[in-house]
């Protein structure tokens, strides 16, 4: 079981009528209970609302992959648990960010990019090429799908040139956009998956759960995580693989901390 | 001419006599004037106990190069010049990390990833090995030189896979390293170099001298720089390329600014 | 300057009214033409129906870049001559390939990969959309550019994940391409650009002139050419940068040459 | 199970009574018995003399990953059989090239390179480093693992930038190599590995036994296979995504085959 939880933000399924229809539950809790129909997924959720934002340590540290959604509320999430999110995916946690998450904080945390596209909110028709076949993420997946409703993104998009690009998007009012695309940092695996503007039934969308899953699936990374992601271990000269003296001057003594 | 800035930290030159006798007007001097001897290139000097560390938004404005140079004061360096450091270079400004500004609070931020390694401060001998032959950074470069007393970096390197490895590192103890990587990040492009422990004359060195003046006429970007590059505009339906109508739904007016 | 061949298969030209009359001297007379306004390069012709198809060694070993259109006769390439120009790229000879040579033998030798996509011939919009911001190949170029009429090719397209992503195309009728790829084979650089159906006027857009010669800039590499570019020299024991003594048993006799 | 096939040229076992001790049953025998240990893979072999070297149409069409050694006889491997073996990549077969398989013609092809290094038969320690910590190819490895008799290869390694660089190897000799590398052609997952001179014991090893399970689950794609992986379909009119009509002039008639 690849334990996930479906973090939210969680402010428009309460403010927004449109929203809330479509996700009564809010999209946190529709995505996970999508989610949780896939028998190697258990799935939970977390919103901005909680304690720690549902991302306490002890929690983060039984968690396999994080989902985040995220769009009005950036600037409220603690620097403090985007810090804490990205030492864990360093240490092997997989990450998929959803839609408006490009703009969140452990997105652009995690690329070192501006993470900036183009946007209009039309519902215009958006459909998605496959780039990479049979990834695993395309796993199920035909060639290209539609979502009759979405916000464009439009390129340029702001990111570092990825692993791989999976999926591209079309507009219907003219732009394209780099819809799937895969990261590696640290030892964790990262995806981005553009769908999933909130005044649309986009999580509703079968083959846009599939993704999800799939994406799930490939960002789990089933070795044992790394509990201290950012150590610099010096290597004292008694232990070099080969036997070598030491030489000339020096700054730190044997066993020494770095400088950070 | 490429307007190329070189900052130091300025601290060991200070306080450590070895260094004070290798580099006698420090690091950061020591390089600029190398460079200056390039025609393409007009370097000068910042240091971290300037007023806003020397790098002001005025002087960035016109900086096509940053080198950067870090070790013992990462924690020192304003966090604000690291953020707008890291606009420039997304705006177009050329960067390169020398040695120990692995750890450096700009390449962190613009790594996204742990950027952490093993090390050993031994004096040992480095031989650096061209893996991406021909690449404008190997200009004049033979297919491997030596380093007679180095300090030891070995991988893993916490460092997201780059565009291309162009250097690696042998060490007389066992261990190799990627030692020259390229990046790009918004439009800036990004060179690390590993070697310049500052207890050894590295900088000395005509070959190392010469990747550096390499790398800073590949990572110039002689396009014009992009002043706002986290910009994310609105593209009105009305501005659409392809004409079309709006249907359903919507959270946002129309040109108004999006969430951050 | 920067030496250049315009290969052009030249078949159409003759055969199709069409063509002809949008480009009266064949299609690689225009190209050249257009890139001699261009001060840095100095472009000449080769055809399909030239001796060894207009691409002798000798040519070959005094040019730095090639642009490659084929469509019909891809077949009637001789194998000799796809070699001796894949060892040229190698070398350092840059290589632009045009529109429907994704399917030539150069490019499909190349890239090791099937190079298929989908196609549909209707004169339908195109729109290219710059994905890696200020590359040098899009200086000069807007974010998005149009041709009223293309041919349309759509993803997934067989090609080996690039160095970058330059631009994506949107179609009228739906699909989307990868439009601009950069690759690197041996220390010959290389840029696939799709526009550039024969029936139609693309070679007359002047944001596509510009692309081109752009590319003929990218693609070009300054240092000097490797005349064997396969050579995979024997190091004899005595010639180790590090002392070392031989030790087991072995195959091959000092300075022998390998297996190949 | 993953269904695989180890291919050797099975040419040295036969002449050379060094390499007859050390894989009394050939190299192929021994590496396939190793993977068998492991419940998920399934591996016989296949050699040079057999007919059609043991890959006929019929047998690639049920195997998932294929496992290539040879050295002395690369030469005598058929052409065909290269471009079947190819074709069964693109289509999603998984493969993974073996020490001297860096100049066998299937990986020649497959990476359109020169695919040279230099090299030295001594005897020499070799010493290989992780650089992508925790990439499904490292479980179970240690961040370096030392092989006390080996061939030398070393930079620069003529072969395109890799999607991962997974290790890389030190040498006592004072060379460096990039030992692991992961591309994708086509929908094929391919591994390159560098350790397996045949006059040495390297197969024997558990360490590089893992590795190359390992490198059987990682280039094994369970989805199905794409049997006509270089089909180029046209998209008629009438068929495209979104409704246009015909413009201009064409060369193609509706449906027709595109040219090659």
């Known amino acids: 079981m690849i334990t996930t939880i479906v973090w939210g ?14 996700y009564p539950g809010g999209m946190h809790n529709h995505i996970a209970a999508a989610l949780n129909n896939d028998p190697e997924i258990s799935a939970s959720v977390a919103v901005l609302q909680d304690p720690e934002h549902g991302l306490s340590k002890e929690r983060l540290a039984g968690t396999d992959v994080l989902i985040w959604w995220g769009h009005a509320a ?29 703009f969140s904080k452990p997105f652009k945390r995690l690329m070192g990019a501006p993470c900036n596209l183009t946007w209009r909110e039309a519902g215009e028709r958006e459909r998605l090429w496959i780039t990479s076949r049979n990834h695993p993420i395309t796993a199920g997946v035909p060639d290209s799908f539609e979502l009759e409703n979405e916000e464009m993104y439009g390129e340029p998009f702001g990111v ?7 999926f591209i998007s079309w507009f219907q009012g003219g732009e394209v956009f780099r819809s799937g695309l895969t990261y590696k940092r640290g030892t964790g695996n990262i995806f981005y998956f553009r769908p999933g503007h909130e005044t649309y039934p986009t999580y509703h969308n079968e083959i846009v759960q599939r993704v999800i899953a799939n994406g799930v699936k490939w960002t789990y990374n089933p070795q044992p995580k790394i509990t201290d992601p950012t150590a610099a271990p010096n290597v004292p000269v008694d232990k070099a693989p080969e036997k070598i003296e030491e030489r000339g001057p020096r700054l730190h003594r044997d066993g020494e901390e770095g400088y950070r």
Chains 1, 2, 3, 4 share one sequence.
């Open 9 to 22: 933000e969680n402010v428009h399924e309460q403010k927004n009528k449109v929203v809330a229809d479509i």
């Open 74 to 102: 950036h600037g409220e999430v603690a620097d403090e648990v985007v810090e804490r999110v990205c030492e864990r995916v360093w240490g092997g946690m997989g990450i998929i960010f959803l839609h408006s998450a490009h």
């Open 160 to 166: 570092p040139e990825p692993l791989e690009t999976v």
